[in-house]
């Protein structure tokens, strides 16, 4: 991994006039920004369907994408879209995603750009090579005949094969598109790295399609779920309620699963972050009668086992090991041994001693270093929130002498100086915008994941001072 910078921002969060951010033109017009400012990494979140409460971490497919990406121009000049169902999509705000009207209207709209496809061999050869998409596309044709109920509840297995077709129609668009896309960005010289949740939902065409993959009971019902222990931000631990894997019956097969989900990620992206990296050393594993992650225990996981199967998928690829919360000796060995980089965030370096990982100066070569993630304040936020020593203490940290008010540049210029490999900064801290544009706030179900950048606002940035810095300290 050679020294570089980039810019963390999911697509969802780019500008446009559709309710949402897509693989438009507004895309290549950010893929230009990043290129001008000398920046040559981009990091998304997940591109799978998002829950009910937008997040793409929770979905109804590991395989699947998210439909709402989708450039409804294109459409209209491909004729699938008339100018008047383009103009009625028109968004009402461009400040936030309009979740809620893209619920209830934007599937209903590529419903009819599906009626509308004269040639499906296409779409058919893309299914038939991604036979785990197409299963996605079944379980959602199938859930919206029984009532939009989860797998285990459905009275039957019909579904209307234009609901199918719509399904299938979308995810084939969202890949052609995204794969044009990401053509222009290696050609401007720059990387898109994905996001992987390491879990899948319980409601879900992967547990529906995989059954004896997952810690599931003879009624089908979760044994034990995902989650985290209490630690100091959370009492009670974090309850997240995924189905854990079969770990020793993913080994038989040689994690058959596990390399086509990859496989799948490395034609989208040039490289991903593994969520929670640490549960594969040893996941925590709670009883799913429980109402908090209190009694949970920890458990061995994969490990390298996994590491390996995935080496021949993985390798000259940018492997990122999100290796946050609580880690012990034996999740930071497995990060050596995998010789993924771990990751690092400034705003958790003066929590606790000199010696966090965390501090700048702790750095190793091999490590993602970030002002903030995306569960994060942003870095303007980040410090209006410290007490007084705290802010003395960065200020004094980075050099800068003067109103805290003003330090930012300073904050930046520590973490373009730094020895780690790799620098990301969310796109909020390039603007320096305040906990307001947050995109996540973990453990609250309301008001996250709706932050979207305008242009006006990407054209008050800097792209010299950027190109500099990243001259500079040879993040080039």
């Avoid at 897509?22 to 997940?46: T, Y």
């Avoid at 410090?383 to 300073?410: I, P, R, S």
Wanted: proline letters at 5%; hydrophobic letters at 40%.
């Amino acid at each position: 991994m050679k020294r570089q910078s980039g810019v963390l921002m999911h697509l969802s969060s780019l500008w446009g006039n559709y309710s949402e951010g897509s693989i438009g033109k507004e895309a290549i017009e950010w893929i230009d920004f990043l290129a001008d400012c000398g920046f040559s990494v981009w990091q998304v979140l997940p591109f799978c369907l998002p829950d009910e409460y937008n997040s793409p971490y929770k979905s109804f497919g590991a395989f699947s994408l998210n439909p709402n990406f989708i450039d409804l121009p294109t459409l209209c000049e491909e004729g699938l879209l008339s100018e008047a169902e383009l103009h009625s999509a028109q968004q009402k705000t461009p400040y936030a995603c309009e979740f809620e009207r893209l619920a209830t209207e934007r599937f209903a709209l590529l419903s009819l750009a599906a009626a509308r496809v004269k040639d499906r061999k296409p779409i058919e050869a893309f299914l038939s090579a991604h036979p785990q998409t197409d299963a996605f596309c079944r379980y959602m044709a199938i859930r919206e005949a029984n009532e939009g109920i989860s797998w285990k509840e459905w009275e039957h297995e019909n579904l209307d094969k234009d609901v199918l077709f719509a399904w299938q129609f979308t995810q084939y668009t969202v890949f052609e598109q995204w794969k044009k896309l990401k053509a222009y960005a290696n050609g401007k010289g720059i990387s898109i790295v994905g996001d992987v949740p390491i879990y899948v939902a319980y409601d879900s065409a992967d547990v529906w399609a995989n059954k004896e993959l997952f810690q599931l009971d003879e009624h089908g019902d979760p044994a034990s779920v995902a989650g985290v222990p209490p630690d100091y931000f959370c009492a009670d631990g974090q309850l997240w309620g995924n189905p854990l894997y079969d770990w020793d019956r993913m080994k038989e097969d040689d994690y058959a699963w596990w390399q086509a989900r990859m496989s799948f990620m490395m034609e989208l992206f040039d490289g991903v972050r593994i969520d929670h990296f640490r549960g594969l050393e040893s996941y925590f594993s709670i009883p799913a009668t429980e109402t908090t992650a209190r009694n949970g225990v920890w458990v061995k996981g994969p490990g390298m086992d996994l590491i390996q199967a995935l080496r021949p998928i993985c390798d000259n690829k940018l492997m990122i090991a999100e290796d946050l919360g609580d880690i012990t000796p034996e999740v930071i060995q497995l990060v050596k041994d995998s010789t993924y980089p771990g990751m690092r965030v400034l705003q958790f370096a003066f929590l606790g001693d000199d010696g966090s990982p965390h501090l700048p100066h702790n750095y190793d070569l091999n490590c993602v270093a970030y002002t903030g993630t995306h569960d994060n304040n942003t870095l303007l936020g980040y410090v209006w929130d410290q007490d007084d020593d705290t802010k003395k203490k960065l200020m004094e940290y980075c050099g800068f002498e003067g109103d805290w008010n003003a330090c930012y540049d300073a904050v930046l210029r520590t973490m373009f100086a730094s020895h780690a490999r790799l620098l990301m900064l969310p796109v909020q801290d390039l603007l320096l915008f305040g906990k307001d544009t947050r995109l996540n706030t973990p453990g609250s179900s309301d008001g996250n994941w709706s932050y979207r950048i305008t242009k006006e606002q990407l054209l008050c940035i800097s792209t010299q001072k950027f190109r500099r810095w990243n001259q500079l300290y040879g993040r080039k």
